[in-house]
């Protein structure tokens, strides 16, 4: 009774399930046939009824396909002929429910209008690629081509050599909050370092609670140019799993066969001007390639869309229920269980030199100023080189009573150190140090300057100091932002 109403279930039709019916008794008889058994005829005349059972196509339904490429690695699903099964089947790090983006995909086919926003780093932001070459764009021209009744919005939010740490309090500085699907890109912008396993999913929960529920899917690009392989994409797999976000690897993909031929470093990165070749950015054929995975993971979900009205449910009530499949998790990955806890939506403040929606203005400032790495509009700071400078902002903390700066760590540019406080409490300020040993990575970090501060209004300080861990004495500090929750 229970395989006959599960039939029913996810057919929709009576005429489905008897076909199906009709499909499960060949498979039984099959079944039957394939194995010895005590009273059946001679193994010759078994094989020649495997043979005829075989060679009959099944029953068509003759159900017309919604789109060509539903067609699964047939000659309509251009993707699948392209890179082959296996490598889309590679590339799908975690494949997930996908309910949200279901959800999405069918509003987009109705003709509403569709915010898709990114979150990444400087590949994203198209670092050694043309505009039409980002994987961004090309995946918003197939998106158009898609779905022609639904205006596409779309956002590039890349900030270039900043992490999970600060989108994770920052992201609202960097796209709508009312976005209807988010990919993300941070696979190489985070180091793989416990710590970025926590702001990652800080950054998964603060998104999957957008009012607008927005669908996220993580994509994950690779480089050469680190100290391992693995990156702190490594550490959001299993963020990705634990929040049922899809999660697309060009490295899972491309890497192994790169390891075999070495030359192929020019046809995945870009070329520099110097006609080096960048091993931390991948040129158009990366960028192509990331994007034709992204929409096979799409056009994967628009046809599972449509296979059945209604997604087949669990038979036992032990097991969620599909309609359950957009909740986020109560409690976080990363804090012990517990039957009580509910978390209320993070809603961060930050002030940032990246973004003109919150900028990092001073309420009062005495040494520092606005400046630009030569010039560079993508990469801004509030700087400070005179020890003594002193620079104040207003901060609204929340709930969770931190409060963090974003600055750059270098250890090239001559980096000192500065002292951070709230409020009057200078005597329990920290001491955060620009200045690190690791050569040829310039990269913004975060560090959390207090803890337990009471919610509301506060002030945030920080003064440079004479002192350096820079070996040269260099006392230059450059700020990117300050957030608090
Ligand atoms: C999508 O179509 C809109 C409207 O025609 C256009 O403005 C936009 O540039 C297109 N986006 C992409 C990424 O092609
Ligand atoms: C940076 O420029 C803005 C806008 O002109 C200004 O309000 C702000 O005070 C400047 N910041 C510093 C540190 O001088």
């Given amino acids: 009774m229970a395989l006959r109403q599960r039939v029913l279930r996810s057919t929709g039709s009576p005429l489905n399930a008897l076909l199906l019916i009709f499909n499960i008794a060949i498979l039984l008889a099959i079944f039957f046939f394939q194995w010895p058994i005590p009273w ?29 490429f539903c ?12 890179y082959g099964a296996h490598n889309l089947a590679r590339s799908r790090g975690y494949e997930g429910s996908n309910a949200r983006l279901r959800r999405v995909l069918r509003d987009a086919e109705r003709g509403r209008p569709i915010k898709v926003a990114v979150l990444g780093g400087s590949v994203t ?21 898609t779905f022609p009744r639904s205006e596409l919005t779309l956002q590039n939010g890349a900030v270039p050599a900043t992490g999970s740490d600060y989108f994770s309090m920052c992201f609202g500085e960097h796209i709508d909050r009312d976005a209807d699907l988010i990919v993300t890109e941070l696979a190489v912008n985070d180091q793989r370092i416990e710590s970025n396993t926590e702001a990652f999913e800080w950054l998964m929960r603060a998104l999957l609670e ?37 999660h697309i690897s060009l490295r899972n993909v491309v890497l192994p066969h790169l390891l075999q031929d070495p030359s192929l470093d020019r046809y995945w990165f870009a070329i520099n001007r110097e006609g080096v070749v960048d091993h931390r950015h991948i040129g158009y054929n990366g960028h192509r390639a990331l994007a034709d995975l992204l929409i096979a993971h799409v056009q994967r979900q628009l046809c599972a869309l449509h ?19 957009e909740a986020v998790p109560r409690l976080r990955m990363m804090e012990p269980y517990d039957t009580q806890t509910v978390h209320h939506p993070l809603v961060p403040f930050c002030m940032s030199t990246r973004t003109t929606r919150h900028p990092l203005v001073p309420v009062s400032n005495d040494g520092w100023a606005n400046w630009t790495y030569r010039g560079n509009r993508v990469k ?24 963090r700066i974003t600055y750059l760590k270098s250890a090239e540019f001559g980096l000192g150190t500065i002292k951070c406080w709230v409020d009057e409490d200078e005597a329990r300020g920290v001491k955060v140090a620009g200045h690190w040993d690791w050569k040829g990575l310039n990269t913004a970090n975060v560090f959390v300057v207090a803890r337990g501060v009471s919610q509301g209004e506060h002030v945030l300080t920080c003064q440079l100091l004479e002192e350096t861990q820079h070996p040269g004495g260099g006392t230059e500090f450059r700020l990117i932002a300050v957030d608090a929750a």
């Avoid at 005349?45 to 060509?68: D, F, I, M, R, T």
């Avoid at 932001?125 to 081509?145: C, E, I, S, T």
């Avoid at 690009?221 to 693995?230: E, K, N, R």
């Avoid at 700071?381 to 709930?399: C, D, L, M, Q």
């Fill in 71 to 82: 067609d699964t690695c047939g000659p309509g699903d251009a993707l699948c002929q392209q």
């Fill in 40 to 68: 059946s005829p001679t193994t010759v005349h078994c094989e020649q009824q495997v043979e005829v059972q075989v060679h009959q196509p099944p029953p068509s339904p003759g159900k017309q396909l919604p789109y060509a």
């Fill in 210 to 246: 957008l009012p607008s529920q927005p669908a996220i899917i993580n994509t994950q690009v690779f480089g050469l140019a680190y100290s391992m392989l693995s990156t702190g994409g490594d550490l959001h797999t299993s963020v990705s799993q634990y929040y049922d976000v899809p």
């Fill in 380 to 403: 801004p700071y509030i700087r400070a080189t005179i020890p003594g400078s002193k620079v104040s902002f207003r901060i609204v903390v929340g709930a969770m009573g931190r409060v």
């Fill in 307 to 325: 296979d059945s009205e209604e997604p087949v449910q669990a038979l036992d009530a032990e097991l969620p229920a599909w309609s359950a499949m």
């Fill in 125 to 145: 932001n198209g670092h050694g690629v043309k505009p039409d070459q980002n994987w961004v764009n090309l995946f918003g021209a197939w998106w158009n081509r």
